[in-house]
C-alpha cells in the first residue's frame, strides 16, 4: 500500500535543497546497483555517509516536517537511508530495494515547480502510476516494485528519498 501526505513543506525549502544539492560536489553514479554505469543515475547519500552537514540538516529538517504533516501515523524519523537523485528525459527500470522489513520508503520531488500532467516524472508501484506533485511526499514498501515513470523533457526531476523504520503493517 501507497500514501501520500500532501502539503508537508514550503515550495520555498524545496528550492533550497534542490540549489544546494545543485552546487554540491557528492554526486555519485552508484546506483541502481548491478546495472552497467550507461543505466546509472546521479545520486548523493546524505545519510549515513555525506560530509555535506548543510544538505543532510536540511534533509533531517524536511523529513521532520513530513512526520508532523502526518507522516508520524506510518513511521518513524529513525533515519537508515537519505539521498537525493536526479533523473533526465527517458524511462527507469522497475526494481526493488533489499530494505528489512521494518522498513519503509519517503519519496518526495525537490523540483518546486514539477507538473506531472506535463512533463512526466511521476512514480509507479505495484503496477499502478502516481502523480508526484511538490510540497507532497509518498510512503511505500520499496521491497515492492516501483520505479520513476518515464520524462518527457530535457528538465531534471530532483528526488529526495528517506528509508526509515516502519510503524505500521505495509499490504
Request: with cysteine; aromatic share 14%; glycine share 8%.
Amino acid at each position: 500500500m501507497l500514501h501520500t501526505i500532501d502539503n508537508c513543506c514550503s515550495k520555498s525549502y524545496l528550492d533550497s535543497m534542490m540549489l544546494l544539492s545543485q552546487r554540491s560536489d557528492q554526486w555519485n553514479f552508484r546506483y541502481p546497483e548491478g546495472k552497467p554505469f550507461e543505466q546509472r543515475f546521479a545520486k548523493i547519500n546524505l545519510v549515513p555517509d555525506n560530509q555535506n552537514t548543510s544538505l543532510a540538516g536540511m534533509a533531517m529538517g524536511l523529513l521532520l516536517q513530513i512526520y508532523d504533516a502526518g507522516g508520524y501515523k506510518y513511521f518513524q524519523p529513525e533515519v537508515k537511508f537519505c539521498g537525493i537523485s536526479v533523473k533526465g528525459q527517458g524511462s527507469d527500470d522497475p526494481h526493488t530495494d533489499t530494505w528489512d522489513t521494518d522498513t519503509v520508503k519517503v519519496l518526495g520531488l525537490l523540483n518546486s515547480d514539477w507538473n506531472y500532467s506535463d512533463v512526466g516524472g511521476g512514480f509507479m508501484y505495484d503496477g499502478k502510476e502516481y502523480d508526484l506533485k511538490p510540497t507532497s511526499f509518498i510512503i511505500f514498501d520499496s521491497n515492492k516494485v516501483h520505479c520513476a515513470t518515464k520524462i518527457y523533457t530535457n528538465k531534471k526531476r530532483f528526488a529526495i528519498d528517506y528509508a526509515v523504520k516502519k510503524i505500521w503493517v505495509l499490504e
